[in-house]
């Protein structure tokens, strides 16, 4: 099956599943907040990386409720199943290796699940309505798919680095150069339409600290890594010089030390219901 593009700019190595981790417990209960689980969904976690949200989710429900985990990456999927052995979880969700274009589900599946949710997905997906569209067939009828994604335009330091506007232009420019969305969460609603989902709900994560609170730091390091796992891409694309790249990593840092250094960053959020249309 010829499936199309999917390129994750930030690579599967150790490092960015470190990344990733520590990401997610940073994000998770604020996305936990929103869900508003009566405890019995049956639920599909799309481009669920690795995995703890998916776990995170499971945790919530009852003995009715259930999660399947689709990922496509194999070294994040194997991830996944390791992290969740480890913790002595590995029956809470059921994960599975495959494609948002293609979802690996049995044909009794489709139409079946209440909540269909993405997080950090569709901005990698160089077709995303695609990947949508496998999403409002797997959910049933009254049930809710929920699209939560960046906008990169809406990234904010204060007081702001010396040349950050160039290295974050740059690092946008190459989600283009990838044939990928950075604007992706402007979008989402629109996706929802599109795709036989009535839009009923947007709303947005917040994803931002000051130097005076106990997450700064990891939501520092999360900007600087982001940024140094985009490197070769920036660099290879011509979009920065490793001249300049590297001037603009050490006055990030540099910023991250301030007193009054502030990330602000909002993530968009959201929900598209199923209706009966017969």
Same mark, same amino acid.
């Given at each position: 099956?010829?499936?199309p593009?999917?390129?994750?700019?930030?690579?599967?190595?150790?490092?960015?599943?470190?990344?990733?981790?520590?990401?997610?417990i940073?994000?998770?209960?604020?996305?936990?907040e929103?869900m508003?689980?009566?405890?019995?969904?049956?639920?599909?976690d799309?481009?669920?990386?690795?995995?703890?949200?998916?776990?995170?989710?499971?945790?919530?429900?009852?003995?009715?409720?259930?999660?399947?985990?689709?990922?496509?990456?194999?070294?994040?999927?194997?991830?996944?199943?390791?992290?969740?052995?480890?913790d002595?979880?590995?029956?809470?969700?059921?994960?599975?290796?495959?494609s948002?274009?293609?979802?690996p589900?049995?044909k009794e599946?489709?139409?079946?699940?209440?909540?269909?949710?993405t997080?950090?997905?569709?901005?990698?997906l160089?077709e995303?309505?695609?990947?949508?569209?496998?999403?409002?067939?797997?959910?049933?009828?009254g049930g809710?798919?929920?699209?939560?994604?960046?906008?990169?335009?809406?990234?904010?330091?204060?007081?702001e680095?010396? =040349?950050?506007?160039?290295i974050?232009?740059?690092?946008?420019?190459?989600?283009?150069?990838?044939?990928?969305?950075p604007?992706i969460?402007?979008?989402?609603?629109?996706?929802?339409?599109?795709?036989?989902?009535?839009?009923?709900?947007?709303?947005?994560v917040?994803?931002?600290?000051?130097? =005076?609170?106990?997450?700064?730091?990891?939501?520092?390091t999360?900007l600087?890594?982001?940024?140094?796992g985009?490197e070769?891409?920036m660099?290879?694309?011509?979009?920065?010089?490793?001249?300049i790249?590297?001037?603009?990593?050490?006055?990030?840092?540099?910023?991250?030390?301030l007193?009054?250094?502030?990330?602000?960053?909002?993530i968009?959020?959201?929900?598209g219901m199923?209706?009966?249309?017969d």
């Amino acid at each position: 099956m010829n499936l199309p593009k999917a390129t994750y700019i930030h690579g599967s190595h150790e490092e960015e599943q470190i990344r990733l981790s520590q990401l997610n417990i940073i994000l998770n209960d604020a996305c936990i907040e929103k869900m508003h689980f009566t405890g019995k969904e049956r639920i599909l976690d799309v481009g669920c990386g690795l995995g703890q949200f998916s776990r995170y989710m499971a945790r919530q429900l009852d003995k009715q409720g259930s999660v399947v985990g689709v990922e496509r990456d194999v070294q994040q999927y194997n991830k996944a199943i390791a992290l969740a052995k480890q913790d002595k979880e590995a029956d809470l969700v059921d994960f599975r290796l495959g494609s948002a274009y293609a979802l690996p589900l049995e044909k009794e599946e489709w139409h079946s699940f209440d909540v269909v949710f993405t997080r950090f997905l569709l901005e990698h997906l160089a077709e995303p309505s695609k990947a949508v569209a496998q999403m409002s067939k797997a959910v049933k009828i009254g049930g809710k798919v929920i699209l939560t994604d960046d906008d990169h335009a809406t990234y904010r330091l204060s007081p702001e680095p010396l =040349g950050f506007s160039i290295i974050w232009t740059a690092y946008i420019r190459s989600y283009e150069r990838l044939g990928n969305d950075p604007f992706i969460g402007r979008h989402l609603t629109s996706l929802l339409h599109k795709n036989g989902l009535k839009p009923f709900r947007l709303t947005s994560v917040f994803f931002g600290a000051c130097q =005076g609170e106990a997450k700064f730091k990891a939501v520092a390091t999360n900007l600087i890594e982001i940024l140094i796992g985009a490197e070769t891409v920036m660099i290879q694309e011509g979009l920065i010089t490793k001249s300049i790249f590297d001037k603009c990593i050490a006055a990030i840092e540099d910023w991250s030390l301030l007193p009054d250094a502030a990330l602000s960053y909002s993530i968009d959020w959201a929900e598209g219901m199923k209706e009966n249309r017969d």
